[in-house]
Structures are given as structure tokens and as C-alpha cells.
């Protein structure tokens, strides 16, 4: 999650994508780390939301699918949590 005033919570934790491309940008993904992945959680208020994540892949990379699509976040008044 980025950009969030307040402590939050995403349900679940993880995602799974699946990515085609070519071999030497799939290959450039795994050396590098990964896929990035966030959550833009700015000006949410405390409650629960449902939310897609967003990711960044190269150009020549696709995005076949994600598992899950959309997840929890609850976002939390002060340090509560």
C-alpha cells in the first residue's frame, strides 16, 4: 500500500500473476526482483475497501492474469489495528 495516513490491513497478503513476453524480458523479471505491485491507498478514509492492485511491467511483458483480482484493505483510525 502507498500513500495511506493511516495504518491499514490487505487481505489477503500475496497475489499470483501470471506474465508472457519474451524469454530475455521474463528473464530480466526474475533477476530483478519481480514484478512491482502496490495498492494507491491515498485519501482513503478508515473503513474496509475493495481494491485492485496495480502493477508495473515492462513494455514487452503482458499481464495474463492475477489471483487474486481484488482484495480487502481495511484501513485504521490512528495506531489501532
Not at 502507498?2 to 521474463?26: A, F, H, M, Q
Amino acid at each position: 500500500g502507498k500513500g495511506s495516513r493511516y495504518r491499514y490491513r490487505i487481505t489477503p497478503p500475496t497475489i499470483d500473476i501470471e506474465v508472457k513476453g519474451p524469454v530475455r524480458v521474463l528473464d530480466t523479471l526474475v533477476k530483478d526482483g519481480g514484478i512491482k505491485v502496490y495498492m494507491d491507498l491515498k485519501d482513503l478514509a478508515p473503513g474496509v475497501y475493495p481494491r485492485r492492485a496495480v502493477l508495473a511491467l515492462p513494455p514487452e511483458a503482458v499481464l495474463v492474469s492475477t489471483s487474486p483480482e481484488i482484495f480487502t484493505v481495511t484501513v485504521f483510525k490512528g495506531s489501532e489495528q
